[in-house]
């Protein structure tokens, strides 16, 4: 017998996330998810470690349902072109197209951080 913790923690990412096999519930943990996303904001006693994880966590379930955001492939070519890439790789492709979501990601954290503290 063999433990295998990656494969059960796989099993349980498909289960909390997609609802199982079925994937019947998908479409709905994906709104909740979005939903969540939109409507988070730091604490106002919150730390900003204790934020960034929060955000950071719903960020990974977003990645493992599938949602991603700012996968503009113009942004994508305007930035390689800027960096002088013209004809690029699909590494570089696939490099530069999540760094455009980091990017994005980056601001909306900045923005849902308390301006205040």
Known sequence: M??????LLALIKKLVYTGGANNKH????KAMTIMKLMTLY??????I??????YMAIR?????????????????KAMLTKQGITE????QL??????????LHAIIFMYKTD???
């Not at 730091?42 to 730390?47: A, F, N, P, R, T």
């Not at 470690?49 to 929060?54: A, G, I, N, P, S």
């Not at 696939?94 to 990017?103: A, G, L, Y």
Request: proline residues 2%; contains cysteine; charged residues 40%.
């Open 2 to 7: 063999t433990l295998d913790s990656m494969g």
């Open 26 to 29: 998908i479409q709905h943990n």
């Open 42 to 47: 730091q604490d106002k006693l919150q730390e």
């Open 49 to 54: 470690q204790e934020f960034r994880d929060q």
């Open 60 to 76: 990974k379930v977003c990645s493992e349902l599938g949602i991603s955001f700012g996968r503009c492939k113009d942004h994508t």
């Open 88 to 91: 690029p790789t699909t590494a």
């Open 94 to 103: 696939k490099d530069t197209i999540k760094k455009v979501e980091d990017e």
């Open 115 to 117: 301006r205040a503290r």
